[in-house]
């Protein structure tokens, strides 16, 4: 009797089956990626955070009075801690000298030595904006010395102003500085002439 003849088995070319793996691996990495990346979409309205200008406040460390920041745009919107936000102008941190500046840490108290106050321009709008200083309230009855810088942020970060005030009592008001934003975002007539913007309340 003769033996049966078993059906020979296809080759396997071992070229293919390295493609195949390698498939399956980018395959792999591509879908973990994807789950790694998992980008946050923006809900409706949302803006993102962009400045053009930022403009900084700040008194010496530690000094206890509070100093408040001012500043009007070309169309007479007016920023200071009662209105966070007018125009393209956002007072982004407003500080009240040593006035709720202690936090609990570790189950001691520390005392944020810091004074400063920050408005950003997030937009360009031409025209003359003005940024006064005004010596809201004192702790102390003295003197404080206030400096302002202005940096113009894009398309590089660039100072444009750097100068300081003193403010002698409670209820003075200076102006630190007044400049032009061209049409194409730029900083020009830098000047210091006085103008008032604090409203008495």
Known sequence: MR????????????????LFNMLIAFVFCFIVALLAMNPKALKAGDIPSKA????????????????????????????WFRSREAGLMHLDRDDRGLTNDVIVVDGRQVT????????????IEPGEFTVNVNY???????????????????PRAEVVFYGQSTLARKGDEATAL???????????NVNTLAKSLVQRL
């Open 136 to 154: 809201y309230e004192s702790k102390n009855g003295q003197p404080v010395e206030v400096t302002v810088s202005v940096i113009k942020v894009n």
């Open 112 to 123: 944020n030595p810091l004074n400063q106050e920050v408005v950003t321009i997030r937009g």
């Open 52 to 79: 053009e200008v930022i403009i900084n406040v700040s008194w010496p460390d530690m000094n206890p009075n509070d100093i408040d920041t001012w500043v009007q745009d070309p169309a007479g919107n007016l920023v």
């Open 178 to 188: 007044r400049f032009t934003m061209g049409p194409d975002g730029s900083i020009g």
């Open 3 to 18: 033996g049966r003849r078993l059906a020979r088995e296809p080759e396997v070319d071992p070229f293919y089956d390295m």
